[in-house]
Each structure stands twice: as structure tokens, then as C-alpha cells.
């Protein structure tokens, strides 16, 4: 069983409800002309096991002596320290896939992730081989130490707030994808990321499923600054 700590938006936002409809299940998801429903499905297939949402934590293993309540406590504490805060969003390709990621990069998902990424290494398992894990990931000497380190190299610095709208695409199938959603996250509001979600995948390869949501504070009661 894995963990991961997610700002999952509420079913009732905006940015919640685009999710839904873009990762919608096949009989109910977006046309999108000139991509068949199977590769459609294909590019989606990670977005909708992972679910719809930012990873603050990426999916972890809990060390021997943890349990859930370890972690509920240690993410209860996070959410007390940190502030709420709002951001907007645009569709940038990131690595090599299409994302969700904030126009303007500030401080504020860096502390937050940052903040989560520590409060929860004493609770996770290590992974001796996570370099063998990842060879042919083309990682750089920098996030070979993180991954080493945090047994994941996109951290700290490396760290990047996005959600993942598809796998890897063609150019072709890019340019359809944004013609779907452009104008939809054009129309978003302000997203606030006012939470941290609590996800367990409770095999591997299962679906991530949400077990909890826990406010963070409000804006001005930041006890991390």
C-alpha cells in the first residue's frame, strides 16, 4: 500500500468539475476529433488511476513501525502551519506531457510541498534501490541525490505544482486536447488550494482513492514563515 498527499480541488469548484468532465470514464468523456476513444483512454489512463489532482507528496511506502494514524497526524500538523493561498492556472506541456500548472510560480506551493515533503520522511520506508528503480529516467546528477535522499527527485527545487492532464502525446493530439480544454480553464476562477488530501493506492497499480481532506489554515495564520 502507497500514500500520497494531494491538493485534491473540492467536487463543487470549478477547477473540481473540470477534472470530473475531462477524466471522465469512456462513454462519458470529451470527444476529441481525430483521436480515436482508445487512445484516448490510453492518454488518460495515468490521469484517471492517479486521480485529479496536485501532488504536495508524491506516493510513498509507510516504513514498518507507521501507521495511518502516524500520518494523519503528521499531515493534520502540516495543514495547521500552513496557509491556504490561490493561484491561477494555464495548460503548459511540462517535461513531456500536457499540465495545469500556475501562472506564476511562487513561493507558496514550494513552502507548502516542501513543508509536507519533511513533516512526512520520518514515516516513509526507504528505497535502497531507487536509483536502479529509475534508470532510464534521464535524470540529472541533482535529482539523482533528491531521489536518493526523498526516494523521488522531483522535490525541493526540482519541485514542480501541476496537474497532469495527458501521457505523452503527438503534436497533432496536443493541439486537439487544448482545443477541448483551453477555453474551459480560460473560464477557471482563482483556484484556492485550501487543502491537503490523504490518498492510498491500496495495491499496486489500483486506482488512488481519497481517504481524507484536511483544511489548511487560514491566509495570515502561517505559523511557517
Same mark, same amino acid.
Given at each position: 500500500?502507497?500514500?500520497a498527499i494531494y491538493?485534491c480541488?473540492?467536487n463543487?469548484?470549478?477547477l473540481?468539475?473540470l ?15 481525430g483521436i480515436s476513444?482508445?487512445?484516448?483512454d490510453?492518454?488518460?489512463a495515468n490521469?484517471?488511476?492517479y486521480?485529479?489532482? @496536485?501532488t504536495?507528496r508524491?506516493?510513498? #511506502?509507510?516504513?514498518a ?5 502516524d500520518v494523519? &497526524?503528521a499531515? /493534520? %500538523?502540516?495543514?495547521r502551519d500552513?496557509?491556504s493561498?490561490?493561484l ?8 513531456s506531457?500536457l ?5 506564476v510560480?511562487g513561493a @507558496?506551493p514550494?513552502?507548502?510541498?516542501a #513543508?509536507c515533503l519533511?513533516a512526512?520522511e520520518?514515516?516513509?520506508a526507504? &528505497?535502497?534501490? /531507487? %536509483?536502479?528503480?529509475?534508470r532510464g529516467a534521464?535524470?540529472?546528477a ?7 535522499r526523498y526516494g523521488?527527485?522531483?522535490v525541493?527545487?526540482r519541485?514542480?505544482?501541476h496537474?497532469t ?8 493530439e496536443?493541439?486537439?486536447?487544448r482545443q477541448?480544454?483551453e477555453?474551459?480553464v480560460?473560464e ?7 487543502a ?10 489500483d486506482?488512488f ?13 502561517d505559523r511557517?514563515?
Amino acid at each position: 500500500m502507497r500514500y500520497a498527499i494531494y491538493f485534491c480541488p473540492a467536487n463543487d469548484t470549478a477547477l473540481g468539475q473540470l477534472g470530473r468532465d475531462w477524466l471522465a470514464a469512456s462513454t462519458d468523456a470529451p470527444e476529441l476529433p481525430g483521436i480515436s476513444m482508445e487512445r484516448r483512454d490510453a492518454l488518460l489512463a495515468n490521469a484517471r488511476r492517479y486521480g485529479w489532482h @496536485a501532488t504536495i507528496r508524491a506516493p510513498f #511506502t509507510l516504513a514498518a513501525d507507521v501507521v495511518y494514524d502516524d500520518v494523519r &497526524r503528521a499531515v /493534520a %500538523a502540516v495543514a495547521r502551519d500552513c496557509a491556504s493561498f490561490e493561484l491561477s492556472l494555464r495548460i503548459e506541456r511540462l517535461a513531456s506531457f500536457l499540465a495545469l500548472r500556475p501562472g506564476v510560480d511562487g513561493a @507558496a506551493p514550494q513552502k507548502l510541498a516542501a #513543508t509536507c515533503l519533511e513533516a512526512l520522511e520520518p514515516l516513509r520506508a526507504s &528505497r535502497p534501490n /531507487a %536509483a536502479q528503480d529509475r534508470r532510464g529516467a534521464s535524470l540529472d546528477a541533482a535529482e539523482l541525490v533528491l531521489l536518493q535522499r526523498y526516494g523521488y527527485p522531483y522535490v525541493l527545487d526540482r519541485y514542480r505544482f501541476h496537474f497532469t492532464l495527458s501521457a505523452p502525446a503527438t503534436e497533432s493530439e496536443e493541439q486537439v486536447m487544448r482545443q477541448w480544454l483551453e477555453p474551459r480553464v480560460a473560464e477557471l476562477p482563482l483556484t484556492r488550494v485550501d487543502a491537503l488530501s490523504i490518498c492510498h493506492e491500496a495495491a499496486p497499480g489500483d486506482a488512488f482513492e481519497l481517504l481524507e481532506r484536511i483544511p489548511l489554515c487560514a491566509p495570515g495564520m502561517d505559523r511557517t514563515s
